[in-house]
């Protein structure tokens, strides 16, 4: 209330440098955060982004839904004798071809590079319907490599049959691997 009446005072705060402040670094973190799930050799997901699936599968199926998922457990054969006898860089040229293969099998599941040598594909939807046959291409696949000098993968699958943890059907999966070599 002034003496000429009453006064509107606006006041006004230009927000826009800080706005483009908060969307650039939101950016930037959604940018590393995606880095921080990715393996660099391959391109695949990695380990960490894995655990975060295991995590979010296993909170799924404590909650009480109908999840349905396998996991393919696939080890290169012969990585060590490869970058011992011809250098690292053949190696990881070896890493790139058997991710390939796997992820061209896999066309429809995640994915991901757990070990240096080992990738596992978790098939749900499509790839789960279709889960043995598609471990049996990539060890036929395996197979035909093997006599030509081809990337060799063994691959384990076990299907999550409603009593274990994601950790135990990957264990599964791994004593497979292990036992087809």
């Given at each position: 209330?002034?003496?000429?009446?009453?006064?509107?005072?606006?006041?006004?705060?230009?927000?826009?440098?800080?706005?483009?402040?908060?969307?650039?670094?939101?950016?930037?973190?959604?940018?590393?955060?995606?880095?921080?799930?990715?393996?660099i050799?391959?391109?695949?997901?990695?380990?960490?982004?894995?655990?975060?699936?295991s995590?979010?599968?296993?909170?799924?199926?404590?909650?009480?839904?109908?999840?349905?998922?396998?996991?393919?457990?696939?080890?290169?054969?012969?990585?060590?004798?490869?970058?011992?006898?011809?250098?690292?860089?053949?190696?990881?040229?070896?890493?790139?071809?058997?991710?390939?293969?796997?992820?061209?099998?896999?066309?429809?599941?995640?994915?991901?590079?757990?070990?240096?040598?080992?990738?596992?594909?978790?098939?749900?939807?499509?790839?789960?319907?279709?889960?043995?046959?598609?471990?049996?291409?990539?060890?036929?696949?395996?197979?035909?490599?093997?006599?030509?000098?081809?990337?060799?993968?063994?691959?384990?699958?076990?299907?999550?049959?409603?009593?274990?943890?994601?950790?135990s059907?990957?264990?599964?999966?791994?004593?497979?691997?292990?036992?087809?070599?």
């Amino acid at each position: 209330e002034e003496q000429d009446g009453p006064q509107l005072i606006i006041g006004v705060t230009d927000i826009d440098a800080q706005v483009k402040r908060e969307q650039e670094y939101e950016r930037k973190l959604a940018a590393a955060r995606s880095r921080a799930h990715l393996d660099i050799l391959t391109g695949v997901k990695n380990k960490n982004a894995y655990e975060n699936m295991s995590h979010n599968l296993d909170r799924q199926v404590e909650g009480g839904q109908d999840v349905h998922y396998a996991i393919a457990l696939c080890r290169v054969d012969g990585l060590a004798e490869v970058n011992e006898e011809h250098g690292r860089e053949a190696g990881d040229q070896l890493i790139r071809d058997a991710c390939a293969i796997v992820c061209n099998v896999f066309k429809h599941s995640p994915v991901f590079r757990v070990a240096g040598d080992q990738f596992a594909a978790v098939a749900q939807g499509h790839d789960y319907q279709h889960a043995d046959e598609l471990a049996d291409e990539l060890k036929e696949i395996s197979r035909r490599n093997r006599e030509s000098g081809g990337v060799v993968i063994c691959c384990g699958l076990a299907k999550y049959d409603g009593t274990a943890s994601v950790a135990s059907v990957f264990e599964r999966a791994d004593r497979l691997c292990r036992e087809e070599k």
